[in-house]
C-alpha cells in the first residue's frame, strides 16, 4: 500500500494500526466500573457543587486563608449545603435550617455519618480527601446526594 | 450473558431503572473506548483508571437524568475527554509548581512527539494519536469503531452510536476528513514529505 493520506483508506488503516498498537483495559479497568453501579440512586435529588474557595481565588483576601480552609457549596433546588474543610474538622451547615443526617460518601471506603443540630450544623472530626460525596436526609423528607467532587491532595 | 445485539437505547432505558446488567453491559461496551481516549491521551495506567472511575460514576450519577439514551456515546466521549484533559492540566500546574522554568508547554504540545520520537517507528502512530483525540466526541466515537479487530459491521456500528447505516459511509469520510486537518497531522505531514522543511515563505 502506498503512503497516500488523501486516501480514505489508507488513512482509516494508519488510524487502525496507531489506535490497535494500544492496550486494551485491563480487567480492573471493566470491573471498577462496573462496581459504580453501587452508587446509584433512583431517590434522591442531586445537588452541584456551585462554590469552591479552591477555585476562586480572588474572592478570598488572602491564599494562606484558602489554603488553611477550602469552603464548598452544594446547591439542590430543596437544599444547600456549605461545607468548611479545615486540616483537622469539617464543619457544615445545611439551608434552610432543619435536622438531618449528612453522610459523607467515598468510592471505595466506609461512609461516615454525622447529625446536624436544629439550625443545621454540624462537625465531623474528619477531613475528605480524594473522591467523595454527600448525601443528606432531613427531617422534613428531602433526600439529596451531591456530585462526586474530587479534593486534590495537599502539597 | 447479556444480548450483544440491544441497541443503546433499550439498555440506557433499562441500566436507569437500576438494572445492574444492564449497566455491566454499557461497561463491558464502552469501557474500551474510555480507556482508549485515556491512553491517547497518553495518560499513565493509574490515572487512566482514576479518570475511568470519575466516567463511571458520573454516568451512574446521571442516568436516571438522561433523556436521550441516543445521546449516551458522545456525551461518555465528552466527559472522557475533559476528564482527560483536566488530569493533563493539574500534571502540568504540579510540574511548573515543581519546576517553573518548565511553564510554556501546552497541552498540545504535550501531545506531540518528543524529538526523540521522531527517530522511531511510533512516531506516525503517536501524531495519529494525538490526532485523534483533537477530533469532536463523534468523530472519536465512529472512527473507533470502524478501527475495531476483528471489524464491526455497518449495522453494530449504526446500532451502538444510533446512526442510519446510510449515514455512517458520508460520516466516515467527514471525520477522516477532519483528521487530515487536524493540525498536529497536517503539519507532520508537511514535515515528511519536505525533510528540509525550509520550504516555508
Given at each position: 500500500m502506498t503512503n497516500d493520506w488523501t486516501d480514505d483508506n489508507f488513512?482509516?488503516?494508519?488510524?487502525?494500526?496507531?489506535?490497535?498498537?494500544?492496550?486494551?483495559?485491563?480487567?480492573?479497568?471493566?470491573?471498577?466500573?462496573?462496581?459504580?453501579?453501587?452508587?446509584?440512586?433512583?431517590?434522591?435529588?442531586?445537588?452541584?457543587?456551585?462554590?469552591?474557595?479552591?477555585?476562586?481565588?480572588?474572592?478570598?483576601a488572602t491564599r494562606a486563608e484558602v489554603a488553611a480552609v477550602q469552603a464548598l457549596t452544594f446547591t439542590g433546588s430543596h437544599l444547600t449545603i456549605e461545607l468548611e474543610i479545615e486540616p483537622h474538622a469539617t464543619h457544615g451547615q445545611i439551608v434552610p435550617p432543619q435536622l438531618g443526617e449528612i453522610e459523607f460518601q467515598v468510592p471505595d471506603g466506609e461512609a461516615i455519618r454525622v447529625r446536624t443540630d436544629e439550625f443545621g450544623y454540624f462537625t465531623v472530626a474528619f477531613v475528605p480527601s480524594g473522591r467523595f460525596r454527600l448525601r443528606c436526609s432531613t427531617s422534613k423528607g428531602v433526600v439529596m446526594t451531591t456530585s462526586w467532587v474530587t479534593l486534590d491532595a495537599p502539597d | 450473558m447479556p444480548d450483544d445485539s440491544a441497541d443503546v437505547t433499550e439498555i440506557v432505558e433499562q441500566a436507569r431503572g437500576g438494572d445492574k446488567d444492564a449497566w455491566d453491559q454499557i461497561v463491558i461496551r464502552f469501557a474500551p473506548f474510555v480507556w482508549h481516549v485515556c491512553r491517547a491521551h497518553r495518560l499513565s495506567i493509574e490515572d487512566a483508571k482514576d479518570v475511568g472511575q470519575t466516567v463511571w460514576l458520573s454516568l451512574v450519577e446521571h442516568l436516571p437524568r438522561i433523556r436521550q439514551p441516543a445521546a449516551l456515546p458522545g456525551w461518555l466521549a465528552t466527559t472522557t475527554r475533559n476528564e482527560c484533559l483536566r488530569t493533563l492540566r493539574r500534571q502540568r500546574v504540579q510540574a511548573e509548581r515543581e519546576q517553573p522554568a518548565n511553564v510554556d508547554l501546552d497541552i498540545l504540545a504535550d501531545l506531540l512527539p518528543s524529538p526523540?520520537?521522531?527517530?522511531?517507528?511510533?512516531?506516525?502512530?503517536?501524531?495519529?494519536?494525538?490526532a485523534f483525540t483533537q477530533?469532536?466526541?463523534?468523530?472519536?466515537?465512529?472512527?473507533?469503531?470502524?478501527?475495531?479487530?476483528?471489524?464491526?459491521?455497518?449495522?453494530?456500528?449504526?446500532?451502538?452510536?444510533?446512526?442510519?447505516?446510510?449515514?455512517?459511509?458520508?460520516?466516515?469520510?467527514?471525520?477522516?476528513?477532519?483528521?487530515?486537518?487536524?493540525?498536529?497531522?497536517?503539519?507532520w505531514l508537511r514535515a515528511d514529505g519536505e525533510p528540509e522543511g525550509d520550504a516555508l515563505p
Open positions: 488513512l482509516l488503516s494508519a488510524l487502525s494500526h496507531a489506535l490497535r498498537d494500544m492496550d486494551d483495559p485491563p480487567p480492573d479497568f471493566i470491573t471498577a466500573g462496573q462496581s459504580c453501579h453501587a452508587w446509584f440512586t433512583i431517590d434522591s435529588e442531586l445537588a452541584e457543587l456551585t462554590y469552591d474557595s479552591a477555585r476562586h481565588h480572588d474572592d478570598a | 526523540d520520537a521522531r527517530l522511531l517507528n511510533g512516531e506516525r502512530d503517536a501524531v495519529l494519536r494525538a477530533l469532536p466526541p463523534h468523530c472519536q466515537e465512529l472512527l473507533f469503531l470502524l478501527t475495531r479487530d476483528p471489524p464491526l459491521s455497518y449495522a453494530e456500528i449504526g446500532e451502538r452510536l444510533n446512526m442510519p447505516v446510510g449515514a455512517i459511509g458520508p460520516n466516515r469520510g467527514r471525520c477522516l476528513n477532519r483528521l487530515r486537518r487536524c493540525p498536529i497531522l497536517a503539519t
